[in-house]
């Protein structure tokens, strides 16, 4: 069974990079042919796909935050990682990582997620 889990801080100051982790365990992120993705969802708002890298290191992203995402990965610890640059309060939200067979730029498809994690943005 494949288990994701996110880690961060909960608050980021306006203007800052915000930086998650997911750690993956019950399968490795290199396995052919598997995505991990970022989704988000702020108060009040639907889902929102962030990007993802693939088993092979690309990486994808929303053409929205294309120009503030970044994601990478660490293989020997089996992570991949979220950064999202200047932030501001509209990027509050509850932050998911999660596991699909593709890449869709729309949060469907995905089946295995992590429970998620809160990050406000406030000074």
């Known amino acids: 069974q494949v288990q994701l889990q996110e880690s961060g801080p909960g608050l980021v100051k306006p203007s800052q990079t915000l930086s998650l982790t997911c750690t993956v365990s019950g399968g490795s992120i290199t396995t052919n042919y598997y995505y991990w993705s970022w989704i988000r969802q702020p108060p009040g708002k639907g889902l929102e796909w962030m990007g993802a890298?693939?088993?092979?290191?690309?990486?994808y992203y929303s053409p929205s935050l294309r120009s503030r995402t970044s994601i990478s990965r660490d293989t020997a610890k089996n992570q991949f990682t979220l950064q999202l640059s200047s932030v501001t309060p509209e990027d509050t939200a509850v932050y998911y990582c999660?596991?699909?067979?593709?890449?869709?730029?729309?949060?469907?498809?995905?089946?295995?997620w992590g429970q998620g994690t809160q990050v406000t943005v406030s000074s």
């Open positions: 890298m693939a088993y092979s290191g690309s990486t």
């Open positions: 999660a596991r699909g067979g593709s890449v869709s730029y729309y949060p469907i498809g995905l089946n295995y």
